[in-house]
């Protein structure tokens, strides 16, 4: 069983800058970590390696420095990391990362075998999407799972897999076909802490290194910022309130309780009640 986790180098987001004309994140100067929810990806597709024996592969899209993350990868358990990096990638949004990681994914198959699972997080806290899974999903023509919560089987023989996915309703058991895509959700696991042994062999171990003509990509217009329809406009800082957060304590019933915060809100704001009261009733007429 071959399993690929995409992870990805972001800034410390409590030291991130913005620049100022084309509005994406600066990276110089900034310190590093592997995007946190990678890591709950991560951790899913070792304890799949332990139970079933699976080889991992992780891959990362970005400048060369990302290869400290990769060995971190490794550090963690990971048998191999792919770096896929170019200047021509520089400025990349969803669409163009999903794009070049779909054709890293393809050459990754090619070279090491189809991965049945490609795992990712839920989204990077640098952008913050959800998009770059499920790109590389529809690209690839896998099936997805997004917010993944648990893995519950794993079959192999069958070719099948069932999860349970968090939603807004309570937990979903789904299941499908491999290869699959799945997303992992925040706290569904803790990363192990890898040994010794493994941090002195990550240290040692190659770096897998390819660029856009390595994993077949001719057309440089897809990639990067010609790649990138996406056009934030303006990025700043929200206005802090400066009012504060007015508590509701309300006894009795849940209806009860409810009806306090309604009432505490039309209170506050009396047109809303009205606009909301003359919209029912243009729907109904």
Known sequence: MHIVVCIKQVPDSAQIRVHPV???????????????YDLFA????????????????????????????????????????????????????????????????????????????????????????????PGIASRLKLNQLTY????????????????????????QVLATKLPVLITMLEATNEMRRGTIAQALEAARAEIITWNAADVGIEDLTRCGLRGSPTIVKKV????ARSEAAEMIAAEGTMDAKARAVVDAIFGRAPGVEDDLTARA?????
């Open 22 to 36: 084309t509005n994406t994140i600066m990276r110089q100067g900034v310190p590093t970590i592997i995007n946190p």
């Open 42 to 133: 991560l951790e899913e597709a070792l304890r799949l390696k332990d139970r079933l024996g699976a080889s991992v592969t992780a891959l990362c899209m970005g400048p060369p420095t990302a290869s400290e993350s990769l060995r971190k990868a490794l550090t963690f358990g990971a048998d191999r990391a792919v770096l896929l990096t170019d200047r021509y990638f520089a400025g990349s949004d969803t669409l163009a990362t999903s794009y070049a990681l779909s054709m890293a994914l393809t050459k990754i198959g090619e070279e090491f075998g189809t991965p049945e699972i490609v795992f990712t997080g839920k989204q990077t806290i640098d952008g913050d999407t959800a998009q770059v899974g």
């Open 148 to 171: 993944i919560s648990k893995i519950v089987v794993t079959d192999l023989e069958a070719g099948r897999i069932t999860v349970e996915r968090r939603a807004e309703t309570g937990t």
């Open 236 to 239: 700043f800082a929200p206005t």
């Open 281 to 285: 009733l243009h729907h109904y007429v």
